[in-house]
């Protein structure tokens, strides 16, 4: 038995490393909450919530909540110059876009500050992958995110184009 005393409050440990990708997603969700934004995915999915035309002149920048709440919170998006007036007279669609995207009404406001938009450049597609095959993209084509299925489609070339069968996990 060992000569100190666990807190009541903490887990008992396992002793068991932990993986770099477990340990990343708290690090990027502190510091997403240290600035104002609860699911870092409004940021990386943007276009798809408000669509590439006002995607390309604003950017979201925080999420301002009621102290204690998670809900009707203020979303600060940085607008280019010029844009800012024509962003105002679409807020009201802005804010239905986004709540219908969390699920709940997570904005009640939109504040607009002017500034240099920074653009996300996509990553060009590899040449080596080869399209998705016929029998694959049929059953692909029934799920609805499109970041996962982004994700299967490029497992589904991965596997179709490699030589040798893919090895999973070890056994001992």
Known sequence: MSGRKQKDSEAPRTGRARRV???LPD???ASFRKFGFVQHAIVSRWAEIVGVRYAGVSAPESIRFPQGKRANGTLTLTVAGAHAPMMQHVLPEIVERVNR???Y?????V???QGV???ATPKPARPELQPVPVELGDSLRAVGDPELRAVLESLAR?????ETIPVIGRVK
């Open 117 to 119: 938009v920074i653009k």
């Open 111 to 113: 504040a607009i500050r």
């Open 27 to 29: 690090a990027g969700r």
């Open 105 to 109: 009404p997570a904005v009640e406001k």
């Open 21 to 23: 990708s477990e340990l």
């Open 101 to 103: 995207f969390f699920g």
């Open 158 to 162: 991965g596997i179709a184009t490699s």
